[in-house]
């Protein structure tokens, strides 16, 4: 339907055209504006939440404007243009982070201080968007602020849940989970009830003959959900590209509420029709490295692709260009194998569609995807039964039985007779339960396959994808190391540290290129600028001491060493071992004289994360660290030379207060597990130093910041594989400072022992998988160097100046030029402004 208005009349229209705040009174104006008309609301009732609203508000505005704009110019320039698909997005607040890229923080701050308002009470007001469970949503949403600074035509595609990542609350020491409906008021979304797709499922197959006697699939029956679009205004850093995510919201397909049941009376199962319809993206899956086949999570996955994969297909159509020219105009990369249905349904558009010879249709396909792996974990590898997909998706199980069957013919081929080759490669893997095995298929179907570290990219070509290396060759393969945003990650969260630096870099110009932060190494033996250094440091400190006061009514020193161990709890990433660690820490401080134990280095143990739900191992470790804390820092012979504390609910508002106040961060996954970690980046960017394993991005950070500016402990990942079979073939011994913490919880210090029984059991009877004996005692001697260290506040400070000096690699920016040249070959939309 043609909606633009005819020449003539659009005169008027570019007359009228907004243009956006840019001073404090044009801010000001708006937000009044929006305070009385849009809120119905006046300065005798404005209060916090309101005036939140009301900025935000006139933030929307600005943004929507830019954005518009940014969309008529990637539409008019028609160039390749970039889709992220992600289950997750974990934007956090969007307010501050408005603010900062357009440029107008100040602005905004005086004008809502004129306005009677403090800018920090109104930023806390926003509710975080958690449409994600950890790093991988995290990297989506940096991904997505570093595309749009980059000027790249980038679109997200999401799913928009009505329900977030849990609310953790921590009830007698135990995790207790609360939902997170965070929709009440929303300013960041624009509902396009126009931009709509039905999508089908169940039913089945029919299969017919052309004119021609071709085989013709048709997918019949079933039900139809509908998507509604939602979107999300991405602004970029100091430009006014403004890109888009769109996240998809399903509702009852008007067409199939059903109206005969409503006529006769069954109002109330027409309604759970339409309920059952809305069920689809009301909740995030809650699990983290974790894939617990779930038909629902199979539903969400097929309904966020295919609306997804119809909304690229028509805007593609509008360029009436020919199918082969489909991969020169569509880079779509697969953040892991969640949208890995993508490629079946391109497939399935194409040919069943759009009537392409299924080779043709390949072609551009495989041409088109990218795959992008996070985990070696074997129990977050998707795996879905034969029967399921049946089930909910009968043609596309078809069309996968024809991919691998294509698949199997060539490898069959290129390697005639290798039976067990044919067999650990196919799609299907033949068990009981016979399974879809989605990353080989994500694998087949796509040009470009990566890791997000060295190691990780190493790991997965020489163990779990490895013949698909030998069958693609190793060209196929490839690292793009993870990064993360400066903006948010340093000029917002640590806005003091981003203005020393840029008083020293003449101006801001490093939030852009990472690496202009090299000039401040030469400042890491200036005393003047070390005492500014610490004194920024202090005052985060501080201001997370004030936090920890308010919330959990311990005081702690904001002078002591602040050691943090924030993300999701998992035992690979050991939190396990941390805590063990403090126990022993507390059982040595007792067993000293006072004297003695007064001149230890103070140390206040800070943990955050939330745990599965269903994952019960890591809500007792959870259990543990509060005991530990109960008992710790209400022991009078302590005092201030331990604290052990757990934060609730962390998310990203709460990352950005609690990075920056770190001094050392633990980063010690066993080896070989964590394929990155992006937050161990995040706490080297704001000024503090690592204890960790020799995993994920871990080495590269060492490269770059120089061995010596890093506390390295552990097995490497060569030797992970002999120990656990050691462990399991002869009895493998406990570390006598290991047994006594164990024994310690098993007295009952810490609570009811038999709470933590199974933690112990995992260590000491059944094989220790994680090898946190095996590192034990390199732990407690690294944890005894960074004691030492510290003291020396003045060497210490020059570590951490030279460690930020050095992460200019690390930015995502640095990642997605990466992303961009190798493999999506996608360029930047310059905008002259
Ligand atoms: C995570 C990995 O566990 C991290 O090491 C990595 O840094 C990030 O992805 C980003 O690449 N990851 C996750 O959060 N969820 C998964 N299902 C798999 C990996």
Redesign the pocket.
């Known amino acids: 339907v043609e909606a633009s208005i005819p020449e003539p009349q659009r005169e008027a229209w570019t007359k009228h055209q907004v243009q956006g705040f840019t001073d404090k009174d044009g801010f000001e104006k708006e937000v009044v504006r929006h305070v009385e008309t849009t809120l119905a609301r006046s300065l005798y009732n404005c209060d916090e939440g309101a005036a939140y609203s009301a900025a935000a508000l006139a933030f929307r505005d600005r943004l929507i404007t830019n954005w518009n704009k940014t969309q008529q110019r990637q539409t008019f320039a028609d160039s390749k243009r970039v889709y992220y698909l992600s289950l997750e997005f974990l934007m956090g607040r969007a307010m501050d982070n408005a603010m900062l890229n357009l440029g107008l923080k100040n602005v905004a701050k005086d004008g809502m201080q004129d306005l009677g308002f403090r800018i920090e009470d109104i930023i806390g007001q926003e509710h975080d968007a958690a449409l994600g469970?950890?790093?991988?949503?995290r990297?989506a949403a940096c991904f997505l602020d570093s595309l749009a600074s980059l000027d790249y035509p980038a679109w997200g595609y999401g799913l928009r849940y009505r329900y977030g990542i849990f609310k953790q609350e921590i009830i007698n020491g135990y995790q207790v989970e609360v939902p997170d409906y965070w929709l009440d008021f929303n300013p960041w979304e624009f509902p396009r009830h126009d931009v709509t797709v039905d999508i089908q499922f169940y039913g089945n197959v029919r299969k017919s003959q052309d004119e021609n006697g071709k085989s013709v699939a048709h997918w019949e029956g079933g039900e139809i959900v509908t998507a509604v679009a939602y979107d999300v205004p991405i602004p970029g850093y100091a430009t006014p590209s403004t890109n888009n995510l769109r996240l998809w919201s399903s509702k009852a397909s008007s067409g199939e509420f059903d109206f005969q049941k409503f006529n006769n009376g069954d109002y109330e199962s027409s309604v759970a029709d339409q309920q059952r319809a809305e069920t689809i993206s009301a909740v995030l899956y809650p699990n983290?490295?974790l894939e617990r086949g779930k038909e629902l999570r199979l539903k969400q996955q097929y309904f966020w692709v295919a609306a997804s994969l119809h909304d690229i297909v028509r805007r593609f159509k509008k360029s009436k260009r020919a199918w082969k020219e489909f991969p020169d105009q569509v880079a779509i990369q697969l953040n892991?194998t969640h949208p890995t249905l993508a490629i079946v349904e391109l497939q399935r558009i194409l040919v069943d569609k759009e009537n392409l010879e299924w080779d043709e249709a390949w072609e551009i396909v495989t041409s088109t995807f990218g795959y992008t792996n996070?985990?070696v974990l074997p129990e977050?590898l998707e795996k879905w039964s034969v029967g399921l997909f049946q089930h909910l998706l009968p043609r596309h199980l078809q069309i996968i039985y024809d991919i691998n069957l294509f698949f199997l013919q060539s490898v069959e081929k290129k390697f005639p007779k290798d039976h067990d080759l044919l067999s650990r490669v196919s799609i299907i893997e033949e068990s009981q339960v016979k399974m879809v095995r989605m990353a080989y298929l994500a694998i087949i179907g796509s040009h470009k396959v990566n890791g997000?570290a060295e190691l990780h990219s190493d790991l997965i070509q020489t163990t779990i994808f490895r013949d698909f290396v030998t069958i693609f060759g190793a060209d196929k393969f490839t690292n793009v190391t993870?990064g993360i945003t400066p903006r948010r990650w340093l000029h917002q969260a640590n806005p003091r540290l981003s203005e020393l630096i840029a008083s020293k870099t003449g101006g801001y110009d490093f939030l852009k290129d990472l690496t202009l932060l090299n000039q401040i190494e030469q400042y890491a033996g200036d005393k003047e600028f070390r005492k500014e250094w610490a004194e920024i440091k202090y005052a985060n400190k501080v201001r997370l001491a004030k936090y920890i006061k308010s919330t959990l009514d311990v005081t702690v020193n904001p002078a002591a060493l602040f050691d943090v161990q924030v993300k999701r709890i998992h035992e690979y990433k050991r939190q396990q071992l941390n805590i063990f660690g403090v126990i022993h820490r507390y059982l040595a401080l007792k067993a000293m004289s006072p004297e003695e134990r007064k001149k230890q280095l103070p140390r206040v143990s800070i943990f955050g994360g939330k745990a599965a739900p269903g994952y019960w191992m890591a809500k007792q470790i959870i259990h543990l660290i509060n005991n530990v804390g109960a008992v710790v820092n209400n022991d009078p012979d302590i005092g201030d030379q331990l604290k052990v504390i757990f934060l609730e609910d962390y998310n990203v508002s709460k990352a950005e207060m609690i990075i920056p106040a770190n001094d050392i961060s633990e980063h010690i996954s066993t080896a070989g597990t964590?394929?990155?970690?992006?937050s161990n980046m995040k706490f080297v960017l704001n000024g503090g130093l690592i204890i960790g394993t020799c995993d994920?991005?871990n080495i590269e950070i060492t490269r770059e910041v120089g061995q010596e500016n890093i506390f390295l402990f552990g097995t490497l990942s060569e030797d992970v594989e002999d120990l656990r079979h050691q462990h399991n073939y002869s009895n493998h011994s406990i570390d006598s400072n290991l047994s006594k913490v164990f024994e310690a919880i098993q007295s009952g210090k810490f609570g009811e022992p038999n709470d933590f029984g199974a933690m112990i059991s995992a260590v000491r009877d059944h094989g220790d998988y994680y090898l946190v004996s095996d590192d034990f005692e390199s732990y407690l001697d690294t944890q005894k160097m960074v004691d030492t260290e510290y003291r020396n506040q003045d060497e210490w400070i020059a570590k951490c100046i030279r460690s930020v000096a050095r992460m200019g690699f690390f930015s995502s920016d640095r990642c997605i030029n990466e992303y961009a040249e190798g493999i999506w070959n996608v360029e930047p939309l310059v905008v002259k402004n």
């Open positions: 469970n950890g790093g991988l949503g990297l983290d490295n892991d996070h985990t977050a997000v993870n964590e394929a990155s970690g992006t994920g991005a």
